[in-house]
């Protein structure tokens, strides 16, 4: 099994910490040591070891403490999320050319499964994309490599071009790639020669054919078994011909991690994908966060400290509802709401999450114009204390002050007020149960309009999150009361 060795140290080094209320220094020290070792005796490259627990020790060391997260957890998350960072932090898509066909040079050692991942790859495009890939037989140094090309080429249904092993394979390129062009194929494997060990008459031949195919992709090809090997590989590979992606095979095997853990790091180029058996189905697209959780072997553990994390947002959240409740709902739970709505990305795509939101024509329209909110922000922003926790007071003469204070239209202001001033009373009557007027209500208001829009979709998403729990809540306290 790929990782053992390294998932069983890690979690042996972050076991010592479990139980624990509180990490001493020389705790943390001393998993950081085991973290340390389980990662150099795993065979990753030094240099990262040395970045990452360097890292870890200083987001632990200055972690506040999480509500919800005991210390283990914490160290875990960590962990984690730096190992994430360390492969790369999100999937790299392959490169593709705008006008057909993308070519796509595959390099690596001999035996590191370079014609098997051009197969795989052909295949996965053929059958997800509809793809008419074409793979040409560029190694001419060993004929049982165009036969295997070959072969590959009749399972998976996708032609080979071949000169046999007598012409020289910048030339076999270039006539591959007219054949390309003759047949209106989408894309072009380029399946090179290996050797041993890097040389510098191998690199100067695919130097050539780079040169001559100008790829869109250079794929190297490292077996993940060699750890160390694969590295300098990598590195001897990516200086020459400074590829652009990497395709690790042979996961299924009992590798250790050097090698996914190292390559990102050192060479700076993406694995993009991995191989995990002898089958042409056998190719997945690298995902770092998965990688990373398998690695620590600890599914469990990180998808609990998700929920834990989102209760701890959601004791938040009630704390709101319970205003919105108590209709108490002010424009400074307002500017809160609209700051961490803020942070979580574009507003369109929130609103889409929603139940039952996706289709609401009364949202189609309603985007998200961050300049919109920060008018927004403006206004709260020249209201006083007062005004912003008892919106009552807005007289005419206070309203014309906040106008000029933010530099919006008097009409603006009045609207937002009386906008913010209906979503207060459909909130505290949905945070009351009573989600039958609000559809109306919207439309009254004229929350599909510009800016009563944007508020009410804020109020929406806040309300969608709580709404479940409150009632629970509720029907506590009912049966308390009792
Ligand atoms: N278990 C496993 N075997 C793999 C994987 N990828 C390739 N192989 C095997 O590794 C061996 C070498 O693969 P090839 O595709 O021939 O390697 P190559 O880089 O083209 O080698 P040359 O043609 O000799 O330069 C073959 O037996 C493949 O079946 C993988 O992800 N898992």
Redesign the pocket.
Known sequence: MAFEGLTERLQNAMKRLRGKGKVSESDLRDTMREIRLALLEADVNFDVVKDFVKTVRERAAGAKVLEGLNPAQQIVKIVDEELTKTMGETATPLNKSTKIPTIIMMV??????????AGKLANRLKTEDKARPLMIAA?VY?PA?ID?LVTVGKQIDVPVFEMGTDTDPVEIVRQGLAKAEEDHNDYVFI?T??RLQIDEQLMDELARIKELAHPDEIML?V?AMTGQNAVATAEGFNDKLDVTGVSL?????DTRGGAALSIRAVTGKPIKF?????KMS??DVFHPDRMASRILGMGDMLSLIEKTQKEVDEKQAQELTEKMRENTFDFNDFLDQMEQIQKMGPMDQLVKMIPGMANNPALANASMDPKDMDHIKAAIYSMTEQERTDPDVLNPSRRRRIAAGSGRPIQEINRMIKQFNQMKKMMSQVSKGNFSGMEGLMNQSGMGGALGGKMGQMAMKSMSRRMKKNKKRRSKLRRRRK
Do not use: F, P
């Open positions: 690596g050692l001999q035996g590191a499964g370079k014609t098997t991942t190694d060993r490599a295997q399946d020669a290996g090809v077996d095979t042979k996961l299924d095997g991995v191989g995990e058996g002898e056998d190719l």
